[in-house]
């Protein structure tokens, strides 16, 4: 159990990424793999194209409804983009997520 690493994302400093993106990194292992939490607020939008290079990432909608420019992801909805892919994050109505890069 000594090899287990934890926190509470209300114990991570937010870092802004832009006035309406938050970014708090939760964890980060070998080969480049880690885990945040991302809060867009109401009407944000990714100031750029988000490209999945080299590696894939992962995405758990936590609240609200996140948009990756073409359709609309619930609370719960869960969203794997592959490596290559890419997208525009946003959200109308603000939403809470959960990624994951398992490889970087």
């Known amino acids: 159990m000594t090899d287990m690493v934890w926190s509470h994302v209300d114990d ?3 870092q802004r990424y832009t006035d ?3 970014l ?3 964890w980060k292992g070998p080969a480049d793999r880690k885990a945040y ?3 867009l ?3 944000a939008v ?3 194209l988000d490209v999945h290079d080299p590696g894939p990432e992962e995405v758990f909608v ?3 409804v996140f948009n990756d420019g073409v359709r609309d992801y619930p609370a719960g909805s869960f969203i794997h ?3 290559g892919s890419s997208h525009v994050p946003q959200s109308t109505t603000g939403c809470r997520l959960f990624l994951f890069y398992p490889e970087g």
Do not use: Q
Request: charged share 10%.
């Open 12 to 14: 991570v400093p937010a």
């Open 20 to 22: 309406d993106i938050t």
């Open 24 to 26: 708090r990194p939760l």
């Open 37 to 39: 939490v991302v809060d």
């Open 41 to 43: 607020a109401p009407g």
């Open 46 to 48: 990714w100031p750029n």
């Open 62 to 64: 936590v609240s609200g």
């Open 81 to 83: 983009c592959p490596a």
